[in-house]
């Protein structure tokens, strides 16, 4: 390796080191000691006014684990677009909340379990899938559990805080035989599919450069009121929770792996926000095209949401890029440039949902399955190993660090 280059022995000491120094201050805590704990129903949730039809024959009971913020205002509601899943039964530590979702989504009460109740979940036939939607540092022991129950599981992004925990996750699916599934939902969203098939079938001509920033401004917060800036249950911070967004446009858009990174953090000092994660994420990885992706997340900036691909023969622009509604796609070539309409951007929910009920009915692969979270946490680690160290690091095919 070269002055700058860094071997995979190099990198782990350099992470080593910087988890020692960070672990203090908990930046880059695992999920050990982390449990789910029942909240009170979040502000601003509407539920149902009418309960949920009658699931059509053959539908996919799900059991939603964790009724939260994103349960409750994007996942839940979105079952209702579904062909071929439900929702079966609800997983929560608040026994208020739990009676009152529950009623309104027509999960009669010996369908909702407690946590610590969980494993009576295994008795239920109606059950066949979990989604958990869980602070990340929870992810590996409740697919675990899910597994144990003999239930498929889709998992909320990111995978989990680490590789490893990515690891024990894939194994537990493959002991079970069950599918795992990462709630990945550009991959189903209109104006991001489209994006994929224009830089494939090279619309674009080669791809020399992508560029992706997904960046917001978080509120006040502590470690201690919102589980987003505590290190055990986050992780790093914005890279794990919305850049993570632009490193999987990174690769979906080359439909490469990189070869190098290098990558560069940021905390200003005495903000409780950033006690224990960082607040700014910069990455440029190298391809083996030549191809280059420059990553860019925040929680201190104004909001951006923006991925670029740019050829030799034209570009591409997703803006708003990973909205959960009014996505927007533009093509340029040469002189001319138009605005794509390849679909309704709400439709990634149950398409994502109704794919993992092909996978387990119909033994479809599944498109985002354990080994891409898995990947991605590789790249994730590698990339806060660049930071630590200062330096380039390179990597194998398989994402993990070379040496």
């Not at 071997?7 to 695992?30: F, H, K, N, P």
């Not at 946590?115 to 036939?125: H, L, R, V």
């Not at 709630?183 to 020399?208: I, Q, S, V, W």
């Not at 919102?226 to 055990?232: D, E, H, K, L, P």
């Amino acid at each position: 390796m070269g002055e700058r280059g860094m071997t995979r022995r190099q990198a782990i000491e350099a992470g080593a080191v910087a988890s020692a120094a960070m672990m203090a201050s908990g930046a880059l805590a695992q999920g050990a000691g982390v449990t789910a704990k029942g909240q009170p129903l979040p502000d601003g949730v509407t539920l149902p006014a009418a309960r949920p039809k009658a699931p059509a024959p053959g539908s996919v009971g799900f059991a939603i684990i964790g009724l939260g913020d994103y349960a409750l205002k994007q996942i839940m509601p979105r079952f209702a677009q579904s062909q071929r899943c439900h929702i079966a039964a609800l997983v929560s530590g608040n026994p208020d909340k739990l009676a009152q979702v529950g009623e309104a989504y027509g999960v009669p009460p010996e369908a909702r379990y407690s946590y610590d109740g969980f494993a009576a979940i295994a008795a239920n036939p109606q059950v066949e899938a979990v989604y958990i939607i869980l602070p990340t540092g929870l992810h590996a022991e409740w697919a675990e559990r899910a597994f144990a129950a003999g239930k498929h599981v889709m998992c909320e992004k990111p995978m989990a805080l680490s590789a490893a925990e990515c690891e024990r996750m894939i194994a537990a699916s493959e002991r079970a035989r069950k599918k795992l599934m990462i709630g990945y939902r550009c991959h189903f969203e209109p104006h991001n599919r489209a994006a994929m098939e224009l830089a494939a079938t090279g619309k674009l001509g080669d791809l020399r450069l992508i560029r992706t920033e997904h960046s917001y401004r978080l509120g006040p917060a502590t470690p201690a009121t919102n589980w987003r800036v505590a290190a055990a249950q986050t992780g790093g911070g914005p890279l794990e929770d919305y850049g993570i967004y632009g490193l999987q446009a990174a690769l979906y858009l080359s439909g490469e792996m990189p070869t190098r990174l290098s990558a560069s953090t940021f905390r200003p000092e005495g903000d409780p926000r950033f006690a224990e994660i960082f607040a700014h994420v910069a990455v440029q990885m190298h391809f083996p095209s030549g191809a280059v992706a420059q990553i860019v997340t925040s929680y201190d900036s104004a909001g951006i949401n923006v991925v670029e691909a740019r050829g030799t023969q034209g570009a591409l622009m997703l803006n708003a890029a990973a909205a959960t509604e009014g996505n927007t796609l533009t093509l340029e070539n040469g002189n001319e440039r138009r605005k794509l309409e390849p679909g309704d951007s709400e439709v990634q929910f149950g398409a994502m949902l109704d794919h993992l009920a092909a996978a387990v009915r119909d033994g479809t692969p599944v498109l985002t399955p354990g080994e891409m979270g898995l990947r991605d946490l590789r790249l994730m680690e590698a990339i806060y190993a660049s930071a630590a160290s200062g330096r380039t690091v390179a990597l194998n095919p398989d994402a993990t660090m070379l040496g």
